[in-house]
């Protein structure tokens, strides 16, 4: 069993920055590829981006392409998700996933283990 804990959410103005972070105990945390999704109230998760198992590969969203940056520390078994430029249709609570597979990266289905979720707010 893999737990993620998400922190870092928090309210910002538009064209404001945050970094979520997504820590886990787990010591097979480098075997996993990982992926950072979100959801607004009354709309269905969706993908923002993703990472491979050593940080060598990433993908975004193109509404993200840019604007955010996926990264991760092996070593302290920990994502990151640096979001620059917020806008306000950024504002959803946000999702850090796990996978054992990277083919599936963009699908909510293809991730083994969730985090409990952080609330992100951009006011315009």
């Known amino acids: 069993q893999v737990q993620l804990v998400e922190s870092g959410g928090g309210l910002v103005q538009a064209g404001g920055s945050l970094r979520l972070s997504c820590a886990t105990s787990?010591?097979?945390?480098?075997?996993?590829?990982m992926g950072w999704f979100r959801q607004a109230p009354g709309k269905e998760r969706e993908f923002v981006a993703a990472i491979s198992w050593r940080g060598t590969s990433t993908y975004y969203a193109d509404s993200v392409k840019g604007r955010f940056t996926i990264s991760r520390d092996n070593a302290k078994n920990t994502v990151y998700l640096q979001m620059n430029s917020l806008k306000p249709e950024d504002t959803a609570v946000y999702y850090c996933?796990?996978?054992?597979?990277?083919?599936?990266?963009?699908?909510?289905?293809?991730?083994?283990?969730w985090g409990q979720g952080t609330q992100v707010t951009v006011s315009s």
């Open positions: 787990a010591r097979s945390f480098s075997s996993y590829a």
């Open positions: 996933a796990a996978s054992q597979s990277w083919v599936s990266k963009t699908v909510a289905g293809g991730y083994d283990y």
